[in-house]
């Protein structure tokens, strides 16, 4: 009973039965009250024309002479039903018929004993002389009714009538009073009242079976127009609310119930076609976060992991429940880090780290809605571990010399530039070694090209191995070379480079041997403007070499020109 009176059908069963009982009680007390007037103004006439026929019954009992017998007519009307008090006062309050006052007078002036005295008189006051109700009746000469009494019960009414003189009262009572004297006639309005509480009975029985019967009537319109239409929209509903979007209502019944089925149709086509397209990208969206080769970790505003791809559990080598116990900012062990990421949103943070002996490329951002409000974070990993070694490749390519494995003429040019620069900014030592093979090209021509190959290969793996690591080896082109020595001087270039020249001679090349000659220059005793000109010593070096025999060391000094032997 309390889950119906708590549905939409049951309150509005309420409201309306509310109203029909306030409009049914209405008209009941209304009706109520009338029947009560009704009755009691019956009764009033009633007892009036009876008062009224009293009055005149009475006034025909004297005119008619029988003045002795009006007092035993006013006895006898005291037992009729309903009527409790009746009396005929004299203008000072007091009952008539109970003295001779009034016998007195009418023998004085007729001068005659016409009308016998009363052997027993007595004196019985009904109503005071300065009664106002009395005053009132003599003043207007009209009929005054009064109600009176406690309860409903013992309520009473009372008719206050005027006898009025007629000139056929002058003989015996003469013209000086126009009222001769009141009839007093009192009821009980017991019956009366017994008749109103019928009626309020039989109101309250019709006010029952009408709000009975109303919201019968009522109850079974509101259900079968009003309720039933919304409880398949409430069904529907619950059924969209459970996943099943293709749930349609149909359309009748009042307008505002057809509107709201219709917009309810509306609404559940358009979120159906939403719910599609929405599914149609989250399927996208899933299949590029599992097929994605980056680790991709998403958090919640609470900083709760709930989203793991595949390759972040491959990539940080942790799985999915690790990764959302450990939380968003320990996705790669270093809170701080990401912390600061996130409140720089990466400006001047590394976005490279070394984690678990892999090279990372690392991105997070916080992720807000329209209003600026944080709704998430979402770190993008890449495992670049690969990639820097094949750029690292690259990069040795793009610097290293096939044949010889030595650093190429451009990378030459980039490392003795910074080198010069630095040493000339601070003041330190550089020298570089110019060499090349004696007699090469008469030996190419000997023994071919695969031999002169092989000899240039020989020589770089005997650099590369001879100078320390701090040094640079490379090949300048064709047989010449270069090789680049920081922070050393003049002495220890010159002892280095002919290490290496007899270390070179001494090397069997598939049964050969061969020789270089070498030009050394060190910087400050040697200096240019450029990079260019300071190696252009060394070559300078070199050609001395060649010009005193090959097969030796040179050191530059003042007034080497380079022209010479080739």
């Known amino acids: 009973m309390i889950r119906f009176f708590s549905t939409i059908g049951g309150r509005m069963l309420i409201l309306v039965g509310g109203v029909i009982l306030l409009n049914v009680v209405t008209m009941v007390a209304f009706y109520t009250k009338s029947q009560e007037q009704s009755i009691l103004s019956q009764n009033e006439a009633n007892m009036g024309k009876m008062a009224e026929a009293v009055s005149h019954g009475l006034q025909s009992v004297m005119l008619g002479g029988y003045a002795d017998i009006a007092h035993a007519y006013a006895d006898g009307l005291k037992r009729v039903r309903d009527v409790e008090d009746f009396r005929i006062l004299r203008m000072d309050g007091n009952e008539a018929f109970q003295d001779n006052k009034t016998i007195h007078d009418v023998n004085t002036r007729m001068g005659s004993d016409e009308f016998q005295p009363r052997k027993e008189e007595r004196a019985v006051p009904v109503l005071a002389r300065d009664d106002a109700n009395l ?6 000469k009209k009929t005054s009714i009064l109600y009176h009494g406690g309860d409903n019960k013992e309520k009473k009414l009372t008719f206050l009538l005027p006898i009025l003189a007629e000139k056929s009262c002058y003989r015996c009572h003469g013209k000086e009073n126009p009222v001769r004297g009141i009839l007093k006639l009192t009821t009980s309005l017991a019956s009366v009242h017994e008749a109103i509480r019928a009626t309020r009975i039989q109101a309250t029985m019709i006010l029952a079976a009408s709000i009975l019967g109303s919201l019968l009537v009522v109850g079974f319109l509101i259900r079968y127009s009003l309720v039933r ?20 209502v149909p359309v009748m019944g009042m307008q505002e119930l057809e509107r709201m089925a219709s917009s309810f149709n509306v609404m559940t086509r358009e979120v159906l076609e939403g719910y599609s397209h929405l599914t149609e990208e989250q399927n996208k969206l899933t299949t590029i976060i599992l097929s994605a080769r980056e680790a991709i970790v998403v958090s919640n505003a609470a900083g709760v992991v709930v989203i793991v791809n595949p390759a972040a559990e491959r990539i940080l080598e942790k799985s999915d429940r690790e990764l959302i116990e450990g939380g968003f900012l320990a996705v790669v062990d270093d809170p701080a880090y990401v912390r600061a990421f996130l409140d720089k949103n990466g400006a001047d ?6 984690y678990k002996d892999r090279i990372l490329n690392f991105y997070a951002a916080t992720i807000q809605n329209k209003q600026g409000v944080t709704i998430g974070s979402a770190a993008l990993i890449r495992d670049i571990t690969e990639e820097k070694r094949l750029e690292e490749a690259l990069r040795l390519m793009s610097y290293t010399d096939k044949l010889t494995g030595l650093y190429n003429r451009r990378r030459l040019e980039e490392l003795l530039s910074g080198e010069y620069n630095r040493a000339r900014r601070y003041s330190l030592s550089l020298s570089v070694l110019f060499f090349d093979v004696d007699h090469f090209k008469k030996f190419n021509d000997t023994y071919g090209h695969d031999m002169g190959d092989k000899v240039l290969e020989v020589i770089g793996h005997v650099a590369k191995s001879h100078f320390r690591t701090m040094d640079y080896a490379c090949r300048y082109g064709g047989e010449e070379f270069c090789i680049i020595l920081p922070n050393t001087d003049e002495e220890g270039a010159f002892s280095s480079a002919d290490r290496f020249r007899e270390r070179l001679e001494n090397t069997d090349i598939s049964g050969m041997r061969v020789t270089c000659s070498i030009g050394v220059a060190t910087f400050p005793e040697a200096a240019g403007e450029k990079w260019d000109e300071f190696l252009k010593l060394a070559d300078n070096a070199l050609y001395e070499a060649k010009r005193q025999g090959r097969n030796r060391v040179v050191q530059w000094r003042a007034g080497m020109t380079g022209k010479g032997v080739q």
């Open 229 to 248: 239409p919304i409880d398949r929209v409430t069904s529907a509903m619950a059924k969209v609310a459970q996943g099943d979007f293709s749930q349609q």
């Open 135 to 140: 005053k009132k009746v003599l003043q207007d």
């Open 349 to 354: 943070m590394p976005d490279t780290l070394v």
